[in-house]
């Protein structure tokens, strides 16, 4: 068996324990492990820095930023006050004059943090000011960091405040975070709302959705925070100080969300959830699945989470809150079976339709490429996601490395990726060539079009897939293909199962898939020297069983 060696690096032999890694390629054969260790070794890396964000964010102390912020703010206060006194006392133009050249010298001698002089400085203050409130934190964390940042922004603004008053000027004030009521809290008190570093629920649910490391707010995951945000605000209270939320608040918020009915907000405008959860169960209406529910108290769990990474609360209290399922993860499977494959592309549209409009089900004489034949085609190789397929662009079809790929981004107009791992580059499978793809692309550029499917359009969330999910559902009925666990989504775990069987790497497959655990950097992923590999891959997905050779045409591409 081969394995890969990796010397740990020397600022993470803490975490690891030893200073070599040795892990297996899961082959016995060199030239598979030559093609292996790339990627593996690219994964490692990835995992290196990881380690790194994690640890930057441990920290030595359960101290939080907003109670390190109370102790500027103070330091800030106390010595604002007696300044204000001292100037008034200056009543001659001499000792004005003195002291402006003093200010000015001192203002202006003050540098950057970049400067070692002055982080050095200003971070002796600093581990004074720590001294005096008995708490120990390591000058190489970043709420140590984070503490002489604002330090060294409170010096200067005192500073600034001194200058303005030598001339009488006793409302100066740059930094407004300092002209709020004194906060009357120790470093172990409770930071409350209205606190200068104090945040109330809904204060910090708009910090998190301008995070701009968080996923956009304008897809799928963002409409699911916005109701899971609606529900907590309803439970919890919006006003209720962020740093006071505990585990019984989060267990209410669950005990709601296990009573609210599916598309509750769709089905009853107008109405709270409490009165949705309410309504709902005088009306007897179903309450949506456990695996739904599981789904917003993780989205809940997923924002504590960054709210106490963020050092805004010092517990994640929704931590591994979930609802118990009784129904068994390997029931809820929904691949396509092989017997629905030969249905769905023995129907009509793909053996001779009336058209591809409403006579897409009526046997007839024409089999148009377009849309309805494409989009079941490329995930059922690809594994792509509806809406990656039907937002792409004719410049996403491109040569990498003499292999022509898909591209999967979300920088486009109207280009949207589910998170950063789905941005990634995915070479062209051989099926869909045979079947006339790049002919089919290439059609399109002659023409002057920009979109690989130019008859869909975006729908009032933006999304060009919402018109074709609600007609691919009709189009599973009509070709005798649904079952109730089936969906256009199906032909992604239909596709994974293909993976398994044609034993593709798991590193690939992370990478291919677009799912955590591959490499989230497009840049790094995309790298030229991946995408011949990755097409090697690709090549082990079939589908026994399934003959398509009806859909072929002379490709020369």
């Not at 570093?197 to 649910?205: P, R």
């Not at 010092?314 to 979930?322: D, E, G, I, Y």
């Not at 293909?498 to 790298?527: F, H, I, M, Q, T």
Request: aromatic share 8%.
């Amino acid at each position: 068996m081969f394995y890969i060696r990796a010397t740990v690096p020397v600022d993470l032999v803490d975490i690891y324990g030893k200073k070599e890694i040795r892990r297996s390629l899961r082959t016995k054969d060199r030239k598979e492990a030559n093609r292996l260790i790339k990627a593996e070794a690219a994964l490692l890396e990835e995992e290196f820095e990881r380690h790194r964000r994690e640890r930057d964010r441990t920290e030595t102390s359960d101290v939080t930023k907003a109670q390190l912020w109370v102790l500027v703010f103070q330091w800030f206060r106390d010595h604002d006050n007696a300044d204000a006194e001292a100037w008034q006392r200056l009543d001659n133009e001499e000792d004005r004059k003195q002291a402006r050249e003093v200010l000015r010298d001192d203002l202006g001698g003050f540098g950057d943090l970049d400067d070692p002089r002055t982080y050095d400085e200003v971070a002796q203050d600093a581990d004074e000011l720590l001294r005096q409130n008995s708490i120990s934190l390591d000058p190489s964390s970043g709420m140590h960091q984070y503490l002489v940042q604002e330090l060294h922004n409170a010096t200067i603004e005192l500073l600034r405040r001194r200058l303005a008053r030598v001339d009488g000027n006793f409302d100066a004030a740059t930094d407004t975070r300092f002209d709020v009521p004194a906060p009357s809290l120790s470093v172990s008190s409770t930071v409350t709302a209205g606190t200068p570093g104090g945040m109330t629920l809904a204060e910090l649910m708009e910090a998190y959705k301008n995070d701009p490391n968080n996923e956009s707010w304008e897809d799928k995951t963002g409409l699911g925070y916005d109701f899971t945000f609606r529900v907590m605000k309803d439970v919890i209270g919006e006003q209720t100080p962020a740093a006071n939320l505990n585990r019984d608040h989060c267990r209410s918020v669950q005990r709601l969300f296990i009573r609210l009915p599916s598309n509750a907000t769709k089905r009853f405008p107008g109405m709270s959830p409490v009165e949705i959860a309410d309504h709902a169960e005088r009306a007897g209406v179903k309450p949506m699945a456990p695996g739904t529910v599981n789904s917003y108290i993780h989205k809940m769990s997923s924002f504590l989470g960054w709210a106490k990474l963020e050092e805004y609360i010092a517990t994640n209290p929704a931590k591994r809150l979930t609802v118990r399922d009784e129904v068994h993860d390997k029931d809820k499977r929904d691949a396509f079976s092989t017997d629905q494959l030969k249905l769905i592309f023995n129907a009509p549209l793909y053996r001779g339709c009336k058209d591809d409009e409403k006579g897409y089900a009526t046997p007839g004489n024409n089999v148009v490429r377009r849309a309805r034949f494409w989009v079941p085609l490329i995930s059922l190789f690809h594994g792509m996601r509806l809406n990656e397929i039907c937002q792409l662009a004719l410049n996403d079809i491109e040569v990498v490395n003499d292999v022509v790929c898909i591209r999967i981004r979300a920088d486009g107009e109207g280009q949207k990726a589910k998170t950063r791992a789905a941005r990634r580059i995915i070479p062209v499978h051989s099926e869909l060539k045979r079947m006339g793809f790049l002919s089919y692309v290439e059609t399109l550029r002659e023409r002057g079009e920009k979109r690989v499917f130019p008859e869909l359009t975006q729908d009032k969330r933006g999304y060009y897939s919402g018109s074709f999910d609600k007609w691919f559902a009709r189009f599973l009925i009509k070709s005798g293909a649904k079952t109730d666990s089936t969906s256009f989504h199906s032909f992604r775990h239909t596709w994974r199962d293909a993976l398994r069987r044609g034993k593709v790497d798991r590193s690939y497959a992370l990478l291919l898939g677009g799912w955590s655990g591959g490499n989230p950097d497009d840049e790094r992923y995309g790298s030229d020297e991946l995408v011949p590999l990755l097409a090697e891959e690709m090549a082990k997905v079939r589908y026994d069983g399934l003959d398509l050779s009806h859909l072929y045409v002379s490709e020369t591409r």
